[in-house]
């Protein structure tokens, strides 16, 4: 009984340390967090002048413009952070040119920023111009932009409840996602992700993709749309009825009843003023 009780104990004991290792030596994910809930997170407010224009750089921040009760620029994260903010003739500039590093203690040290720049936009009012350069996500929510350009190099860019009349969004390493918004003549861009639409109205504009797949859902089609894919899938789920010309250079295509295995074109009502054009090298197309 002796015996089996300090071999019980012994893998307790085992299990204790395992466990405490593998905390240590993989430390929690930083989840981009919700300014309004992270009251211990250090805040700096950068500015509450007027602007109708935004220009970002960021190193390491993640960047959220949103809706609020008044104009505001704001930073969450390390004290003493090396921002610049000025507003001149109605523009906001916000720029961070060094990354914020938070040390986690495991075997080795490892790096992770959990940063985050906040642009707040009244109801009801525009941004002219938005300009993003960062590494980060991106977040756009519940505001009007007259033209944008993000552009970010290791983060997802999302789009919710948004109106958005021209311009681009690249993202080289991370997906781009919209939900119950409106892209205008908008450009997106995705080197390595996937492009997911949600409730979304199209009028004219593009995606392009590389490797990621792009999925419409409760899609409307305003004018012609472009899907061009290298080597992903393409699935669109329609609420209007558009034109679709649905070309596959290696792949399964299916438009409602129609199907081609193996690469191939088919198209219905093309002479529609509001058509979809989805095309893809090494990948599947679907349209319903």
């Known amino acids: 009984m002796k015996k089996a009780l300090s071999i019980g104990g012994i893998l307790v004991i085992i299990g ?54 008044h104009y505001g620029a704001y930073y969450y994260g390390k004290k003493h952070a090396a921002l610049q903010t000025t507003v001149k003739d109605g523009q906001l500039i916000v720029s ?8 986690h203690f495991s075997v080795s040290w ?26 980060d996500d991106v977040t756009l929510k519940d505001t009007r932009f007259a033209r944008v350009h993000v552009n970010t190099h290791g983060g997802e860019v999302t789009v919710n409840n948004s109106k958005v009349n021209g311009g681009t969004i690249d993202s080289a390493s991370g997906d781009i996602r919209s939900a119950n918004s409106r892209l205008t003549a908008t450009k997106l861009n995705s080197a390595s992700g996937d492009t997911d639409l949600y409730k979304v109205t199209v009028s004219g504009g593009q995606a392009n993709l590389s490797s990621g797949d792009f999925t419409a859902r409760k899609l409307m089609v305003n004018g012609h749309y472009l899907v061009n894919n290298q080597s992903g899938d393409n699935e669109v789920h329609a609420l209007n009825d558009p034109g679709v010309i649905l070309t596959s250079d290696d792949g399964d295509v299916s438009l409602g009843h129609q199907e081609k295995d193996d690469g191939g074109t088919l198209e219905r009502n093309t002479d529609n003023p509001n058509l979809i054009k989805m095309v893809t090298q090494d990948g599947d197309n679907s349209f319903d």
């Open 110 to 135: 490892s790096d992770d920023s959990n940063d985050q720049i906040v642009i707040t936009v009244p109801k009801n009012k525009q941004v002219r111009s938005l300009t993003i350069k960062g590494n």
């Open 16 to 69: 204790a340390i395992m466990v405490a290792v593998g905390f240590f030596s993989h430390p929690q994910p930083f989840h981009p967090f919700d300014e309004e809930t992270f009251n211990h997170v250090n805040k700096q407010t950068l500015t509450k002048q007027h602007f109708d224009r935004v220009k970002v750089t960021a190193a390491s921040a993640d960047v959220k413009v949103r809706q609020g009760d």
């Open 96 to 103: 961070q040119t060094t990354a914020v590093k938070t040390k």
